[in-house]
């Protein structure tokens, strides 16, 4: 009598429907032929990916700029990224299950077309307002966007090697497209204008547009379910009061009731949407998605490893410009390690072992990688070159996040029923989008207390001097690297107890309609 591998369940995106079955004998169904366009679709998703991950810091060096240009105020310029981050994170999962609804494929180029637009509107912003609203609809179809990127490319890669290297490119994009946008950000603002980095995202997505039809294949949409409006309320009015107050605890304190309302709101709204969720005829969130324990172990990875990671390139990019005297240019440039040793961690390490290595070897060998840079970069001091700490520290953590994104998004998209793809995808999407709001704000908080701690104790007269202020700067990053790479080793810690299955030998088809 033949036995199961551990974690042989998983070896198909959906669940077998055969009857009689038992658990030490099941039929394996026949693999689909692959679709010869899939390489060509893999690029078009790639490019979507790549303008919606860049988007999320491509802005970041060109505020200072925009903030000048159009007269904003300095407690009003955090909305050019919050209105971003609060329309995306808070509409993702009303996004999936709309691509799962309307077909994957058709919300891609509504999303795609949605978002171009959006960008043109921002950047010919004619004051905050426009700018602002233009950064919510780039949110609003950001969310609509993403999940149906990654569930279609979940469902046209079936192939175990193939669809290895299809995630290792997504995973590379996933987590280096925010050095890409700090890279980009910095070259458009020095040699063009701010107005550029929302510019940049209209070529890119009429490219997207272009591909889209021709290369990419989908069902067209379950015609018999329906939107269920109720959770959706609930789940996305949640996740709003969340990313809103995360977002206004670094200006206001955390202890404002400005950032508690909206904190608790958003926790009893969420606890009312798992409640609902539970009871409705078609949920929003399907809850066997979360209660998988490999998924959920990895969507667990996926959240502890963007809080631990995003802090880096804020602080980075302070330490650079402000500590270093680095132009624009030369901060986005600095950044070019991180994104290089994403791009060989997923494609050329985690893409070739994750058809014969444990997911959780790699996630977990990741997470320690990157912690171990987050402790280099703690050591840093305001005389510090980039070469013998900034350089190795970055390459640590760009092999570490590419190590660890990719089996994480192979592996929480897997063993998914295909109508449900789409909302996977959002969830995926939502944990990291929240990871890193999350982990920006508390990180930061850490070090903005850290530094008037140390400049509490070490100035003396009435005003400091500019070393000892970056002194003291430097003092509260180092202490927040060291609380980030806490974080990282946890993440180890959950993948290794929770990710125990091997990588799935089969994805799921969705044959187009």
């Not at 998703?45 to 988007?55: E, F, K, N, S």
Request: charged share 10%; with cysteine.
């Amino acid at each position: 009598m033949s036995k199961k591998r551990p974690g042989e369940e998983y070896l198909s995106s959906a669940p077998s429907t055969a009857t009689g079955s038992s658990p030490d004998h099941e039929v394996p169904a026949a693999t689909p032929a692959p679709d010869p366009k899939r390489w060509w679709a893999l690029a078009v998703i790639a490019l979507a990916q790549l303008m919606v991950i860049l988007d999320g810091t491509v802005v970041n060096i060109a505020l200072p700029s925009a903030q000048r240009a159009l007269g904003m105020s300095d407690a009003h310029r955090q909305w050019v990224i919050t209105a971003y981050t609060l329309a995306f994170g808070g509409l993702l999962l009303l996004g999936g299950r709309i691509a799962d609804l309307v077909g994957r494929k058709r919300t891609f180029v509504i999303g795609l077309a949605g978002f171009a637009a959006a960008s043109a509107l921002g950047g010919a912003a004619a004051g905050p307002g426009m700018l602002f609203a233009a950064r919510a609809l780039q949110g609003a179809f950001a969310a609509v966007l993403a999940p149906s990127a990654l569930s279609l490319l979940a469902t046209t890669f079936t192939d175990p090697k193939e669809r290895a290297r299809a995630f290792g490119v997504y995973g590379a994009l996933a987590g280096g497209g925010s050095a890409v946008g700090l890279i980009v950000g910095g070259l458009l603002t020095e040699y063009l204008n701010w107005r550029w980095s929302l510019y940049v995202n209209v070529p890119i997505a009429l490219a997207a547009l272009l591909g889209a039809p021709a290369f990419l294949r989908d069902r067209s949409g379950r015609r018999s379910g329906h939107l269920d409006v109720p959770g959706a309320l609930l789940g996305c009015g949640g996740l709003v009061a969340l990313v809103y107050g995360f977002s206004e605890a670094e200006p206001r304190g955390w202890s404002s009731p400005s950032v508690l309302t909206p904190l608790v709101a958003g926790v009893v709204l969420l606890a009312a949407f798992v409640w609902w969720q539970s009871r409705a005829a078609s949920p929003l969130l399907p809850l066997r998605i979360v209660r998988d324990r490999v998924r959920a172990g990895s969507l667990a990875t996926m959240g502890l490893a963007t809080i631990g990671m995003f802090g880096v390139f804020l602080f980075l990019t302070y330490y650079l410009q402000v500590v270093l005297g680095y132009p624009p240019v030369r901060t986005g440039l600095a950044f070019v390690p991180i994104s290089a040793g994403i791009v060989i961690g997923a494609t050329q390490i985690a893409a070739r072992l994750l058809t014969r290595t444990a997911p959780r070897t790699l996630m977990s060998s990741g997470m320690v990688l990157a912690a171990a840079g987050m402790v280099l970069l703690s050591s840093l001091t305001v005389h510090t070159q980039y070469v013998t700490h900034v350089l190795p520290a970055l390459l640590l953590l760009g092999l570490g996040m590419g190590l660890t994104f990719m089996p994480v998004y192979a592996t929480a998209t897997a063993g998914v029923p295909a109508q449900d793809a789409g909302v996977a995808s959002a969830v995926l999407n939502t944990v990291q989008q929240m990871g890193a709001s999350l982990g920006t704000v508390l990180l930061n908080t850490i070090a903005t207390s850290a530094t008037g701690r140390y400049l509490h104790s070490h100035v003396r007269g009435p005003d400091a001097d500019g070393a000892t202020l970056d002194q003291g700067m430097v003092h509260g990053f180092s202490v927040a690297y060291r609380c980030s790479a806490g974080v990282l080793l946890l993440a180890a810690l959950v993948a290794g107890l929770t990710v125990w299955h091997r990588t799935p030998k089969h994805a799921g088809h969705d044959a187009p309609a």
